[in-house]
């Protein structure tokens, strides 16, 4: 038998399996939530009221495990519910977006044990130890990959409408998760714009302040450039500041002068929503310099709104320079994010000679060459 006799067989192919609904990430999402809303009691607890936490068995981990495993269940009954695509159902039948979540719920359950042997051999951290905890660190991690899995799925259906309003919902869960490990730098909770910065000690207290805008701009303009890289989505910079805002008002209980700054701020992400729908409608989602300016809207317009609200509730005692330079640097810094984010622009091809052929006449003419095809404009970027 010769080499061409010899059929060899094909590999399997992977099955095609059903993407996840509307209503099935909505269920995600909604059980997300729950997740993110222990890990705000949970938050709450050691910020408020942590000499009364002896271990691990508290009622705030209680809500925030349960929330994990309601999520982690559904997200593998989902992919249960596909096994007859699928006989491997825990590997294979996964709708798109949710394998990943999947692999995010497994590891969290591995950082839920350790954070169990952390807290019964070490002890309850306080502040920056909790914040820095490795099983805490771990279960931010993975706590990210299992609740951003409707906003994968979001983007592998390509849907707008109702689609998006999961999406978002499920990217600022996503950026809820960790935030509870940035308090301690977040703009939300700084009162540093209040006080005068000749006063003494406070040159310190304006560095930490002004340092905090910057960090936030980074955690805030990041994910969004992520969605808005697609296309402009209404509401998805208000959605991802009140988020973050929210998880920092509730382990601080809402104290007064930041809730009214956070309010502003969320109104200046919404002002750079509607601002950049338009700049779409009018530029097109191909323009030069798209995301730059995105991430400079958002960035610039949510530290503004933010220091506005500090400003009427408690008055602002930064310098004129420090104020409006805060905001410059906060939008240069999320342009830069933007100019990185940008998708890179196709090298062009090289120009190709056309040789055209000599007319008839004596055999010592030189054939004539046309002049190069320019090639075709590169496209200038996002």
Same mark, same amino acid.
């Given at each position: 038998?010769?080499?061409?006799?010899?059929?060899?067989?094909?590999?399997?192919?992977?099955?095609?399996?059903?993407?996840?609904?509307?209503?099935?990430?909505?269920?995600?999402?909604?059980?997300?939530?729950?997740?993110?809303?222990?890990?705000?009691?949970?938050?709450?607890?050691?910020?408020?009221?942590?000499?009364?936490?002896?271990?691990?068995?508290?009622?705030?981990?209680?809500?925030?495990?349960?929330?994990?495993?309601?999520?982690?269940?559904?997200?593998?009954?989902?992919?249960?519910?596909?096994?007859?695509?699928?006989?491997?159902?825990?590997?294979?039948?996964?709708?798109?977006?949710?394998?990943?979540?999947?692999?995010?719920?497994?590891?969290?359950?591995?950082?839920?044990?350790?954070?169990?042997?952390?807290?019964?051999?070490?002890?309850?951290?306080?502040?920056?130890?909790?914040?820095?905890?490795?099983?805490?660190?771990?279960?931010?991690?993975?706590?990210?990959?299992?609740?951003?899995?409707?906003?994968?799925?979001?983007?592998?259906?390509?849907?707008?409408?109702?689609?998006?309003?999961?999406?978002?919902?499920?990217?600022?869960?996503?950026?809820?998760?960790?935030?509870?490990?940035?308090?301690?730098?977040?703009?939300?909770?700084?009162?540093?714009?209040?006080?005068?910065?000749?006063?003494?000690?406070?040159?310190?207290?304006?560095?930490?302040?002004?340092?905090?805008?910057?960090?936030?701009?980074?955690?805030? %303009?990041?994910? &969004?450039?992520? !969605?808005?890289?697609?296309?402009? =989505? *209404?509401?998805?910079? /208000? #959605? +991802?500041? $009140?988020? %973050?805002?929210? &998880?920092?008002? !509730?382990?601080?209980?809402?104290? =007064? *002068?930041?809730?009214? /700054? #956070? +309010?502003? $701020?969320?109104?200046?992400?919404?002002?750079?929503?509607?601002?950049?729908?338009?700049?779409?409608?009018?530029?097109?989602?191909?323009?030069?310099?798209?995301?730059?300016?995105?991430?400079?809207?958002?960035?610039?317009?949510?530290?503004?709104?933010?220091?506005?609200?500090?400003?009427?509730?408690?008055?602002?005692?930064?310098?004129?320079?420090?104020?409006?330079?805060?905001?410059?640097?906060?939008?240069?810094?999320?342009?830069?994010?933007?100019?990185?984010?940008?998708?890179?622009?196709?090298?062009?091809?090289?120009?190709?000679?056309?040789?055209?052929?000599?007319?008839?006449?004596?055999?010592?003419?030189?054939?004539?060459?046309?002049?190069?095809?320019?090639?075709?404009?590169?496209?200038?970027?996002?």
């Amino acid at each position: 038998m010769t080499s061409s006799e010899v059929h060899r067989e094909a590999p399997p192919r992977s099955p095609r399996v059903p993407p996840a609904t509307r209503r099935e990430d909505l269920v995600t999402v909604v059980l997300g939530a729950c997740l993110v809303a222990g890990a705000m009691s949970d938050g709450w607890a050691h910020s408020n009221i942590v000499e009364t936490i002896e271990g691990f068995f508290t009622p705030w981990h209680g809500l925030l495990y349960a929330g994990f495993t309601a999520t982690a269940a559904w997200t593998f009954w989902l992919a249960y519910q596909r096994r007859d695509v699928a006989p491997r159902w825990w590997r294979d039948a996964f709708p798109a977006g949710y394998r990943v979540g999947a692999i995010g719920a497994v590891a969290f359950l591995l950082a839920g044990l350790a954070d169990l042997a952390w807290h019964e051999i070490i002890g309850v951290e306080v502040g920056l130890d909790a914040e820095f905890s490795p099983s805490h660190l771990l279960l931010d991690a993975s706590a990210v990959l299992l609740l951003t899995s409707p906003l994968r799925s979001w983007w592998a259906s390509g849907e707008r409408g109702g689609r998006s309003a999961t999406g978002v919902a499920s990217l600022a869960l996503g950026v809820m998760a960790p935030s509870i490990l940035l308090t301690y730098a977040s703009a939300f909770l700084t009162l540093a714009p209040t006080r005068a910065i000749g006063a003494a000690g406070m040159q310190q207290t304006a560095v930490l302040g002004v340092d905090a805008y910057l960090i936030t701009a980074l955690v805030l %303009v990041g994910p &969004f450039l992520l !969605v808005h890289r697609r296309r402009a =989505t *209404p509401g998805a910079g /208000a #959605a +991802l500041v $009140a988020g %973050v805002a929210l &998880f920092d008002m !509730v382990m601080h209980e809402f104290p =007064t *002068p930041q809730v009214w /700054a #956070a +309010l502003a $701020a969320v109104c200046g992400a919404g002002l750079a929503d509607v601002l950049l729908l338009r700049l779409d409608a009018i530029r097109g989602r191909d323009a030069v310099l798209r995301l730059p300016v995105a991430g400079a809207l958002l960035a610039g317009l949510v530290v503004a709104g933010h220091l506005a609200g500090l400003a009427l509730a408690a008055g602002i005692r930064w310098t004129p320079e420090v104020t409006t330079g805060v905001v410059t640097l906060a939008a240069l810094l999320g342009a830069l994010l933007g100019g990185l984010a940008a998708r890179p622009a196709p090298t062009p091809p090289p120009a190709v000679p056309v040789r055209i052929p000599a007319p008839a006449g004596p055999a010592s003419a030189a054939p004539v060459v046309a002049d190069p095809v320019p090639p075709a404009r590169a496209d200038p970027g996002r």
